[in-house]
Nanobody, 124 residues
Framework: QVQVVESGGGLVQAGGSLRLSCAAS????????MGWFRQASGKEREFGAA????????SYADSVKGRFTISRDNSKNVGYLQMNSLAPEDTAVYYC?????????????????WGQGTQVTVSS
């Protein structure tokens, strides 16, 4: 069984930054591709960013490209989402997901294991 745990959410002013962390356990960490998705109140869960197993390939939604950076440290079994220039429309619950696919997939269906989510609130 794979467990995924996010941390690092909180309240930040517009223009500020946050870094989310994601720890996955249960199998060798470099077996997983990782993705970050987010779900605002009353909206569908949407793709944010993804990174492949070795960290050499990434994907971003247009809405976060240039502001968010996904990374991972396989030696520490942790992944990150650095979020800069945050705006109120970035307010959402952010979910980390792990999957065994070989690519940095944008599709929810490619991620089998999900964390409980961490709230990010951006005030104007």
């Amino acid at each position: 069984q794979v467990q995924v745990v996010e941390s690092g959410g909180g309240l930040v002013q517009a223009g500020g930054s946050l870094r989310l962390s994601c720890a996955a356990s249960g199998r060798s960490f470099n077996s997983y591709a990782m993705g970050w998705f987010r779900q605002a109140s009353g909206k569908e869960r949407e793709f944010g960013a993804a990174i492949n197993r070795n960290g050499l390939s990434t994907s971003y939604a247009d809405s976060v490209k240039g502001r968010f950076t996904i990374s991972r440290d396989n030696s520490k079994n942790v992944g990150y989402l650095q979020m800069n220039s945050l705006a109120p429309e970035d307010t959402a619950v952010y979910y980390c997901a792990a999957g065994f696919g070989a690519i940095a997939s944008v599709s929810r269906a490619d991620y089998r294991y999900w964390g409980q989510g961490t709230q990010v609130t951006v005030s104007s």
